[in-house]
T-cell receptor
Framework: AQSVTQLGSHVSVSEGALVLLRCNYS??????LFWYVQYPNQGLQLLLK??????LVKGINGFEAEFKKSETSFHLTKPSAHMSDAAEYFC????????????FGKGTKLSVKP | NAGVMQNPRHLVRRRGQEARLRCSPM?????VYWYRQLPEEGLKFMVY????????ESGMPKERFSAEFPKEGPSILRIQQVVRGDSAAYFC??????????????FGPGTRLTVL
């Protein structure tokens, strides 16, 4: 079965430090990959997505992710964390079984220390 | 341009009652998806609908759960005879026509169901 694994349910960084959130996917077909952010008691907002083409994808709020097929990874990074980045982040891939159901990882909660 | 609307935002039901969750997709979107988020878990796909059609309900529990997306009006997720294990956040997402796998899904704020 296809799955998405996010390493680390909680990540804590200092303000200004590098943010690295890890995501590995499992797919027997070329996946489409997404990162979403969820603020407390809110819905999910798309940060970025990879479909085809350039493997380094830039998103909103200074985030980017690199698709590495050889490592089956799609890690999310941001060079300098801001307090407003504190939220929960979800990696997702298309199921492929039908037109676009998403399979989500369990999420990583990012804390940013002053 | 209004986003995906869900109501109610919070719903409290006693065991055995029915819960109805509503979702209005973004303007121009004809694809609707429902997901459930349990505590400490990611979102789990439940059902994918287009107007008047259920495309994929592989994630729906076999009993008590149903979904519809009529020609007019919002999509409805209906849970009959709720049990405590149904307590969760239910998210609706919508996407525009035609791009299939690459469609971006836009999520609503969710309905938080609590079963007493």
């Amino acid at each position: 079965a296809q799955s998405v694994t996010q390493l680390g349910s909680h990540v804590s960084v200092s303000e200004g430090a590098l943010v690295l959130l890890r995501c590995n996917y499992s797919s027997s077909v070329p996946p489409y990959l997404f990162w979403y952010v969820q603020y407390p008691n809110q819905g999910l907002q798309l940060l970025l997505k990879y479909t085809t083409g350039a493997t380094l994808v830039k998103g909103i709020n200074g985030f980017e992710a690199e698709f590495k097929k050889s490592e089956t990874s799609f890690h999310l990074t941001k060079p300098s964390a801001h307090m407003s980045d504190a939220a929960e982040y979800f990696c997702a891939q298309n199921y492929g079984g039908s037109q676009g159901n998403l399979i989500f990882g369990k999420g990583t909660k990012l804390s940013v220390k002053p | 341009n209004a986003g995906v609307m869900q109501n109610p935002r919070h719903l409290v039901r006693r065991r055995g009652q029915e819960a109805r969750l509503r979702c209005s997709p973004m303007k121009g979107h004809s694809h609707v998806y429902w997901y459930r988020q349990l505590p400490e878990e990611g979102l789990k796909f439940m059902v994918y609908l287009q107007k008047e059609n259920i495309i994929d309900e592989s994630g729906m529990p076999k009993e008590r759960f149903s979904a519809e997306f009529p020609k007019e009006g919002p999509s409805i997720l209906r849970i009959q005879q709720v049990v405590r294990g149904d307590s969760a956040a239910y998210f609706c997402a919508s996407s525009p026509i035609g791009q299939g796998y690459t469609d971006t899904q836009y999520f609503g704020p969710g309905t938080r169901l609590t079963v007493l």
